[in-house]
């Protein structure tokens, strides 16, 4: 049974930072590509930030180029998105998944179950 446990999340001010982490288990970490993606209220669920298997490809939305920054830790089996210079707009609910593609939701298979970011003004 493939498992992604998100953490990190918290309350934060504008102009801050947040680390998230998403443990994976029940497959092998290595072979796949991690996402993440973010919903906020009221919206659809968005395209944040991927990584290749090997870390060696990262991709972002234009929304967040610049200040974050996805890696991944194959040995630890777990995925990071360190978000710096945050901003009210970034409050949502982070989802972390794994799966085969970059930006589009259905190229992934599993996902976590979210981890909440609020971002005060």
């Known amino acids: 049974q493939v498992q992604l446990v998100e953490s990190g999340g918290g309350l934060v001010q504008a102009g801050g930072s947040l680390r998230l982490s998403c443990a994976a288990s029940?497959?092998?970490?290595?072979?796949?590509?991690m996402g993440w993606f973010r919903q906020a209220p009221g919206k659809e669920r968005e395209f944040v930030a991927a990584i290749s298997w090997s870390g060696g490809s990262t991709y972002y939305a234009d929304s967040v180029k610049g200040r974050f920054t996805i890696s991944r830790d194959n040995a630890k089996n777990t995925v990071y998105l360190q978000m710096n210079s945050l901003k009210p707009e970034d409050t949502a609910v982070y989802y972390c998944?794994?799966?085969?593609?970059?930006?589009?939701?259905?190229?992934?298979?599993?996902w976590g179950q979210g981890t909440q970011v609020t971002v005060s003004s």
């Open positions: 998944a794994s799966g085969y593609g970059s930006s589009w939701e259905y190229e992934y298979d599993y």
């Open positions: 029940g497959r092998t970490f290595s072979s796949y590509a």
